[in-house]
């Protein structure tokens, strides 16, 4: 494995793991067999795992923190607040909107280090900016938690270039995730270039297209009724049908390379610049290790231009989110 730096202060895998369908969004999961995988995930060398307060609400965390206790010197956690969540209410059904109060940040701050049983948050991300609270205001709560020793490096997640220029003037930002994929990249138009002027790493999340460009996903059907997919415009049926045939020919470009449709696809992510490190979900050993493996995948700029040409964005049917669910992110 090779590693990537996430602004000055963090040293990460190429690939980290994002570990939100492991307790949230993507149907049941075994919990036995998500301890394994993020086992075998530091055996390979990745040391970069992505939760948040709100996945589960408050599950995944736990879940982080019973797995890797015994091998905290070996992984960056990063963990994200921003949510309101309302009590006893499950799942998604249990997120009321942002809150990026300065006393938001550091209660749940507080309350994710003894959820992750760790003494200092490696990567504390806002996870949607808070329209009714200055940025400045946040990111200096945030900062404050840095000099207390509670938190090492900031985030950001979903914010629009504008809001990644003020967050930094207060406090140096590590790294800022957004949604970023062959068939998602709304980055490219201003955030990427200006994470690179500043010297903030990049994170893309659903690297692989919510498991789409997996190709695993044939029918609606494959999906479990509670699946959070469900919901997003691109897996509607009239949306569906179109976005399916279209990974027919990442799977081509991909059988002609001898490699996984996965594989490809999170191999165009990585080559897109030693400043960006994906965190692909991955809930099996197996898709664990075929995306460790496509890491060390090399693509010309012209493969990569092709790759991009074949799946650009304009090709796919449906936008990446609900209307109300994009009214949070660019902010």
């Not at 049983?117 to 806002?126: K, M, N, P, R, S």
Request: with cysteine.
């Amino acid at each position: 494995m090779k590693y990537r730096k996430l602004g000055n202060e963090l040293t990460v895998s190429t690939v980290g793991l994002g570990c939100m369908g492991m307790s949230f969004a993507y149907g049941e999961a075994d919990e036995n067999q998500s301890i394994r995988t993020l086992h075998r995930a530091v055996e390979l060398g990745v040391n970069f795992f992505d939760t948040a307060e709100v996945y589960g609400p408050y599950e995944n965390e736990k879940l982080i923190g019973k797995a890797l206790k015994d091998r905290r010197d070996q992984v960056v956690i990063a963990t994200k607040f921003g949510f309101r969540i309302e009590p006893g209410k499950p799942a998604t059904r249990a997120i009321r909107g942002v809150d990026g109060r300065p006393e938001n940040a550091k209660a749940v701050a507080e309350a994710s280090l003894g959820r992750l049983g760790i003494d200092i948050i490696d990567l504390y991300y806002q996870h949607r900016v808070d329209p009714a609270v200055p940025i400045e205001e946040t990111v200096g709560a945030m900062a404050e938690l840095v000099k207390e020793g509670k938190v090492r490096a900031l985030g950001l997640s979903e914010a629009s270039a504008a809001t990644i220029r003020r967050a930094h003037s207060v406090h140096p930002i590590a790294a800022v995730q957004s949604e970023y994929s062959l068939w998602s990249r709304d980055p490219e138009q201003e955030v990427l270039a200006t994470c690179r002027e500043l010297g903030i790493g990049f994170v893309p999340y659903s690297p692989l297209g919510r498991g789409m460009l997996t190709g695993a996903i044939r029918r609606l059907e494959d999906l479990a009724a509670d699946d959070f997919r469900r919901s997003l415009p691109r897996f509607q049926q009239e949306n569906f049908e179109a976005n399916a045939a279209l990974i027919g020919t990442l799977e081509r470009l991909a059988s002609a390379r001898e490699v996984t449709a996965a594989q490809l696809a999170l191999a165009w992510v990585v080559n897109q610049g030693e400043d960006i490190v994906p965190i692909p979900g991955a809930r099996r050993i197996e898709h664990l290790e075929q995306n460790v493996a496509a890491a060390g995948i090399v693509l010309t700029e012209g493969e990569r231009a092709e790759i991009g040409e074949a799946l650009s964005p304009e090709r796919v049917a449906g936008r990446r989110y609900t209307d109300a669910s994009l009214a949070l992110t660019n902010r």
